[in-house]
């Protein structure tokens, strides 16, 4: 199948790599860079596990092609701590204990960090709103808004 070489910064780091054109930015994520943060769910865009940020703005990893990415800045839950101090956010997660199984977490929290970027924080039915793209099946949805209320200040 025909290839291409793709040229991106994932976390901080430029990355080069050669992938079958049909490569979902997730599976370079996962399979090429061994960065297994973000979450194959349904691997269809109804689930949100793999929501990372492409030059700042949430998408869906699984429906996004890895060779439309060329010079792009990817942001995945292993770029977000900077050394040992957590990302606002993810300290959020804790003192909120949003999350049981932690599966759908990275993705939250990228869709939390973009929702916040983006101002969608105003009240906690926005919040609800603006990450209604991510599906938790422990139903930790309030505390989940809760923690992005609280980083959003
Ligand atoms: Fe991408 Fe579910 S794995 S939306």
Redesign the pocket.
């Known amino acids: 199948p025909p290839s291409s070489r793709v040229s991106l910064t994932v976390n901080g780091t430029r990355r080069t790599v050669t992938v079958d054109n049909r490569t979902s930015l ?1 599976d370079l994520l996962r399979e090429h860079l061994g960065l297994t943060g973000s ?12 929501t990372v940020l492409v030059d700042g703005r949430r998408v ?4 996004t092609l890895a060779v439309r990415l060329e010079g792009t800045e990817v942001t995945t839950i292993e770029g977000l701590a900077e050394g040992d101090q957590l990302h606002p956010l993810q300290q959020a997660f804790i003192e909120q204990d949003a999350f049981q199984c932690g599966y759908c977490t990275p993705g939250q929290i990228l869709s939390g960090v973009g929702c916040i970027q983006e101002g969608h924080t105003g009240s906690p039915e926005e919040i609800r709103e603006w990450m209604s793209g991510n599906i938790c099946r422990c139903g930790c949805y309030v505390k989940i808004v809760r923690a992005v209320e609280q980083t959003a200040g």
């Open positions: 997730l979450k194959k769910g349904c691997n269809a865009g109804a689930c949100g596990a793999c869906n990893a699984c429906l």
